[in-house]
């Protein structure tokens, strides 16, 4: 059983991370904002992952691009190919999408990746939209 020490410094080291994936998210929704006013909906996903994950790093974030995610079964490795779009300081994942609208097997996708990789935060953005705003959707695992 874990002291009360234990448990107050287990609960700090989860508070404090949940601080930095709330500063990364309010960095994150920046550099979206300015990607979309500078290039507009309607291009490739892969044109906006890119030039939001140059934005990040000019913010001096870490940024890992399509990063692959194992997937265990019963003690296997399944090599399926699964890719999350952006990890950001090993803590908060971003999925980009450019649709016509956000469904419900989008939000699944990332709640899986934050699943699969044991990340808290993730990011669901959609480009191909008139209201930015509105489509970029915060996960919690």
């Known amino acids: 059983m874990k002291g009360f020490s234990q448990i107050n410094t287990d609960y700090k080291r989860r508070f404090t991370q949940s601080m930095k994936e709330n500063e990364i998210s309010y960095e994150i929704r920046g550099a979206a904002f300015k990607v979309y006013n500078t290039l507009g909906p309607g291009l490739l996903e892969s044109v906006y992952e890119l030039a939001l994950a140059r934005e990040l ?11 692959g995610i194992p997937v265990w079964y019963d003690d296997f490795k399944l090599d399926i190919g699964f890719r999350l779009d952006l990890l950001i300081d090993d803590l908060v994942i ?36 008139i209201d930015l705003k509105s489509s970029m959707i915060r996960i919690i695992n």
């Open 57 to 67: 790093i000019k913010m001096g974030h870490q940024v890992k691009t399509q990063v």
């Open 94 to 129: 971003i999925e980009v999408k450019s649709v016509d609208q956000l469904i419900d097997i989008h939000h699944k996708q990332l709640l899986s990746y934050l699943k699969l990789t044991n990340k808290r935060l993730g990011l669901l953005i959609n480009f191909n939209t």
